[in-house]
């Protein structure tokens, strides 16, 4: 395995900027690089693991790591794209992108990150028109009408159906000419509250071509969730299914989305509720209420798309008029419904594809994004981003578990997935099944792994890199978040050696700066950790909030004036590599010592018998902190006192003996949203010795809402698992 030179990236960007009038710099050559043998990745000033994450990632058997060398050429683009923004991004969006009328090249951006000189702005390509259906749709059914945009795979693995961009334009056209007849002009809003088949990423083309604004909410959240979501947005249409199978499960939509419209006062009624009828008899026969329909508001999706024209004019958009909005996580008070805007999304989503996925047009190229688009990387990377540059994408309805543990493997060895993109927590799920799964499938057509949602930890990062991979595909570990709009930190696809865990460089025109909380100043060069930020826009970043620019200003920009804060913290390594190190507040003060929770959970999930594990805090009179565990293991292996004594001496060994957990608790599953991310504050709650009591008694209140889980049940476990002695 090779490393970078210890030089910085830093002196190479100076060295690169001042050469950059070379029209085709060659890539460093490999004999330029220093072997990893003595590679330590660094900690946190002040933190521990370092021999820990070095043991780990010297252990990866990947080939990976000396595949390639730095490419030159990205560190002078990305030091043009900071320094002369205008002329960067101009030149990318007037050559892959139709404007009906021209942006000013000389002010692509405007902006103010400076709370203290005014109110928080960002434009991109401000007077620019053009309107993103057009570019994923117009175009492509023009230049290539048969070529396949959308493969279909059902929840049954049976059913499946693939759409020409020819036929892609004639239902989109079609959805937006029923949003026409039912009143939604230019700035209305739409919910939708879909299953993941093809009509909902059809259904946000057809708002976007009309100027709707479409706020997608994931259809496994609840009606509680979708109410508040339908009011906030001021959605008059909402398209919904009567239900949709999930593995071996239905999912009644139908009734959760009733329940949700009845909730709602006078002034915020969805008056048309589109409905598509997607349940079979069987499933109807024991979903009963889903086949209700309320003759005043309820309209027949399939039979209103047939009564319309399949011919639809295009809405032209300012760059900056909002194409949609999308909610995080209600978990705690009112969600936030981050605001994306046309021009900029569209030429950052399409780029961030096209760089990160090394796509470069060829026929043959199968994209697969296992994400609903109810989350920002269905919108990036399934409805937007792949079709904007022409490239098949597969629409997955199903679950990585049915009918069996080979789902995804069967998925892409039938369609011949070219490039895959999926999260760690299903990666995780799946190495617990063993090997034989993937073994089993021929999965030669896969040249680009993609991890995106959480920081991959090393031992998944080898298995997908070994197992998966067969050593032969780049891994794009990627960092980014809904309110940025696409890839923040990623890997390019053989421009540079890979470090498991790492999300390695910053993608063009994004400007990362790691701050000091104590001093708020910036921390140069590289050994260094702080905050994450950002020192200047990128075109796909949020806006604002919907109807709250207070509180975008006071959530992303008030905490060190001139920078967005991502609320993540994050260390450069000696190579100017990025370690995303989790959420801010994921750090322990155990007797006077700064213990950051993946440090820990690293360490448990080393050990061979552990899948999965999550650390949080709980009040100690001596400690101050201590450290309480939660532990999934791996199937077949049963909890015990004699390994739960040796995690906690494994800890103590590798992270010091300050670190020592407290508690382990071995739980079935962790507690985790439909996106699959962990939602510590329960697992806190849970912990705290204070709140034992009621929640043995079953009082559950001080959990608050649990309507966002996966799945509720794990809750009443995690209880339960307190009558254990940890």
Known sequence: MLRLSRSSLKSWARTLSARSTNPSPRPISTATLQ????????????????????????????????????????????????????????????????????????????????????????????????????????????????????????????????????????????????????????????????????????????????????????????????????????????????????????????????????????????????????????????????????????????????????????????????????????????????????????????????????YKGAPSDIFWCTADCGWITGHSYLAYGPLLSGCTSIVFEGVPNYPDASRFWSTVERHKVTQFYTAPTALRALMREGDEPVKKHDLSSLRILGTVGEPINPAAWDWYNEIVGKGNCPIVDTWWQTETGGHMLTPLPNKWPLKPGSATL????????????????????????????????????????????????????????????????????????????????????????????????????????????AVVGFPHEVKGEAIYCYVTLNQGVEGSEDLRWELKKKVAEELGAFCRPDVVHFTPALPKTRSGKIMRRILRKIADPSETDKLLAGDLECLGDISTLADEAIVHDLVEGLREPC
């Open 35 to 358: 072997p990893l043998t003595n590679f330590v990745p660094p900690s946190a000033a002040g933190q521990t693991g370092t021999a820990l994450m070095a043991q780990q990632l010297l252990s990866s058997r990947s080939r990976l790591l000396s595949a390639s060398a730095i490419d030159r050429s990205y560190l002078a683009d990305h030091a043009l794209s900071i320094s002369d923004p205008d002329a960067y991004w101009s030149e990318i969006a007037a050559n892959n992108y139709h404007w009906e009328k021209s942006f000013d090249a000389s002010t692509v951006l405007k902006y103010n990150f400076h709370a203290s000189k005014g109110p928080i702005h960002i434009e991109w390509f401000k007077g620019g028109k053009t309107n993103i259906s057009y570019n994923v749709v117009d175009r492509w059914a023009e230049d290539t009408p048969e070529k396949t945009a959308l493969i279909f795979e059902g929840n049954d693995p049976s059913e499946t159906a693939s759409y020409t961009f020819k036929e892609l334009k004639a239902k989109v056209f079609r959805v937006a000419n029923v949003l026409k007849a039912k009143g939604v002009k230019k700035g209305d809003r739409v919910a939708l509250y879909l299953p993941m088949t093809v009509d909902l990423p059809i259904s946000m083309l057809a708002c976007a071509r009309i100027g709707a604004v479409h706020s997608v909410v994931f259809g496994g959240f609840s009606s509680d969730a979708l109410a508040a979501r339908i009011k906030d947005s001021g959605s008059k249409v909402l398209i919904t299914a009567d239900g949709v199978g999930r593995g071996e499960k239905v999912i009644n939509l139908k009734s959760i989305a009733d329940t949700a419209m009845d909730s709602l006062g006078a002034e915020d009624q969805v008056e048309t509720c589109l409905v598509l009828e997607r349940l079979n008899e069987e499933q109807l026969k024991d979903n009963p209420t889903a086949s209700h329909r309320d003759p005043s508001r309820d309209v027949d999706f399939a039979a209103a798309c047939a009564a319309v024209s399949d011919d639809c004019p295009v809405t032209w958009m300012d760059a900056e008029d909002p194409l949609f909005i999308l909610y995080t996580s209600g978990s705690t008070g009112t969600p936030k419904g981050v605001l994306h805007t046309t021009g900029g999304y569209m030429v950052y989503s399409g780029e961030t594809f096209r760089n990160v996925f090394d």
């Open 506 to 613: 910053p993608f063009y025109g994004v400007a990362p700066a790691l701050i000091d909380p104590s001093s708020e100043e910036e921390l140069e060069g590289n050994d260094v950790h702080g905050h994450l930020c950002m020192k200047q826009p990128w075109p796909g970043m949020a806006r604002s909030l919907w109807n709250n620019h207070e509180r975008f200003e006071e959530v992303y920009f008030s905490q060190f004036d001139g920078y967005y804060c991502t609320g993540d913290g994050a260390q450069r390594d000696e190579d100017g590599y990025f370690w995303v190190t989790g959420r801010v507040d994921d750090v322990l003060i155990v007797s006077g010592h700064n213990i950051g929770t993946a440090e820990v959970e690293s360490s448990f999930v080393g050990h061979g018998d552990v899948a999965e594990a």
